[in-house]
């Protein structure tokens, strides 16, 4: 097949390489729009119906019934199971690790700040299933949920041309803690959990990847109903490789990403030719071996193999791509990995795959895509918080502050704030004293 190769690229060059393949965001947007409004107008009859036009099931209710758990727990196999387990494990040692450390500071004589963590009520978690079922992304999402002691943790996914829900997800939901698992996917499952039907509650943070409507209903509900972890769509991957790389490797990575799904985009960023023309060689020979082939074959129409001059070059383009995945395949990897401004998690020597983070490191996959690693941090513990700040004031410390909060809010036209404080400093100050009853008399 043919792949576009840059070549030295230029800054133009470097414009189009880092470009991602979307969908005309007018028709997304509004298609987007219509299905959210009917969601939230219709509840559950809305959800079912657009069950069965988009994943073509029919559907008498969303909610997973504890037979349905009990048939997926029968059906995964003892090595599935362990491996879920396994891998649950090391999330949450990553995950633990994250607690929130309380913080108090005295900013001023008797005045006394501090910071607690509290963990979100009510979350929901939403696990892609369209061409592939995402069981390990039921434990990236709830093993973080668990320890921060979300009270209420519910998870929607596509379910089946059967109706049902693959088995693994139902499991990794149980060994995750997951109370209450949906049959629903796509734009009406983030309408569901931002609305709230009489089956799915609303929830106060949406968590989880999606294709690029997902992404869209995401960002839409968030405007004015929930909040959501970040925006979170089609996956991507970037390789910097050099010439003590391995062209089999290499090639892997770029295929491990591009079966994700047809929007998926790979780049490679070298500065060895030789490695290169051995990539191009490896993807066609390890690409027909994939059973996805169809769907990796699609997204490799959006790959870009870039040959560069050095690997500050490759440094500098990735870091103004801000890779999802970034997979360092160098002979100075931990060094250069020091350069890394922008991407969502790094995969650092020729024996880390992305893989390895996929599914069983301990680190989180669900990461900002499309260039929001600019802005946004994966998925972690801090996520499922909300950091809520207190004060206290002494004596002491109204007489440390009360000069500085009068002056500044006479400054900004505030009187009620000024008079606020004005009044606590009266109060800590004391009455003050006024002339006896003699003094000021004239005696005749």
Same mark, same amino acid.
């Given at each position: ?9 230029? $800054? ?85 690790a994250q607690r929130p450390v309380p913080v108090t500071v005295e900013t001023a004589a008797g005045v006394r700040c501090w910071q607690k963590g509290v963990p979100i009520e009510r979350v929901g978690l939403y696990v892609p299933g369209g061409t ?19 009270s209420e943790v519910v998870l929607c996914t596509p379910p089946q041309r059967d109706g049902s829900v693959h088995p693994a997800i139902l499991v990794a939901a149980r060994i995750a803690g997951v109370g209450r698992v949906f049959k629903c996917g ?27 409507y997902v992404q869209a209903a995401k960002q839409q509900v968030a405007l004015t109903d929930v909040a959501i972890d970040m925006p979170a769509g089609p996956s991507e991957v970037a390789v910097i490789a050099d010439e003590t790389a391995q062209a ?105 795959? $992305? ?59 505030? $009187? ?29």
């Amino acid at each position: 097949m043919d792949f576009k190769i840059y070549t030295n690229p230029t $800054e133009a060059d470097v414009a189009d390489i880092v470009r991602r393949p979307t969908k005309d965001a007018t028709d997304l947007t509004a298609t987007v729009a219509a299905v959210l409004a009917d969601v939230r107008e219709r509840g559950d009859a809305a959800v079912l119906d657009y069950e069965q036009r988009f994943d073509q099931v029919a559907l008498a209710s969303l909610a997973v019934s504890d037979d349905e758990f009990a048939a997926a727990e029968a059906a995964v196999s003892a090595e599935l199971r362990q491996a879920l387990e396994q891998a649950y494990i090391n999330i949450s040692r990553f995950h633990e690790a994250q607690r929130p450390v309380p913080v108090t500071v005295e900013t001023a004589a008797g005045v006394r700040c501090w910071q607690k963590g509290v963990p979100i009520e009510r979350v929901g978690l939403y696990v892609p299933g369209g061409t592939a079922p995402l069981f390990s992304t039921v434990l990236m999402l709830a093993a973080p949920a668990r320890i921060a002691g979300c009270s209420e943790v519910v998870l929607c996914t596509p379910p089946q041309r059967d109706g049902s829900v693959h088995p693994a997800i139902l499991v990794a939901a149980r060994i995750a803690g997951v109370g209450r698992v949906f049959k629903c996917g796509g734009v009406q499952a983030i309408g569901a959990m931002a609305y709230g039907t009489a089956s799915v509650p609303k929830v106060c943070k949406i968590f989880g990847p999606g294709n690029q409507y997902v992404q869209a209903a995401k960002q839409q509900v968030a405007l004015t109903d929930v909040a959501i972890d970040m925006p979170a769509g089609p996956s991507e991957v970037a390789v910097i490789a050099d010439e003590t790389a391995q062209a089999a490797f290499v090639a892997s990575d770029l295929l491990a990403q591009a079966e994700h799904g047809r929007d998926s985009q790979v780049l490679l960023l070298t500065t060895s030719r030789q490695l290169l023309d051995g990539v191009v060689d490896e993807l066609e020979r390890q690409l027909e071996a994939l059973p996805r082939r169809d769907i990796a074959a699609a997204a490799l129409a959006n790959s870009r193999l870039v040959l560069v001059a050095s690997l500050a070059e490759a440094m500098r383009i990735s870091n103004i791509y801000a890779p999802e995945h970034l997979i360092i395949e160098t002979a100075d990897a931990p060094q250069l990995a020091q350069d890394v401004v922008n991407a969502g998690s790094v995969f650092i020597g020729h024996l880390t795959p $992305e893989s390895a983070g996929d599914y069983a490191s301990g680190t989180n996959h669900t990461l900002p895509t499309n260039g929001w690693a600019k802005a946004y941090s994966g998925v972690n513990l801090d996520a499922y918080y909300r950091k809520i700040t207190f004060q206290q004031l002494s004596p002491e410390g109204v007489r440390s502050i009360a000069a500085t909060v009068e002056a500044m809010a006479a400054a900004e036209s505030l $009187e009620g704030h000024r008079n606020a404080m004005t009044l606590r400093r009266l109060e800590v100050e004391g009455p003050t004293p006024g002339p006896s009853p003699r003094e000021g008399r004239v005696e005749s």
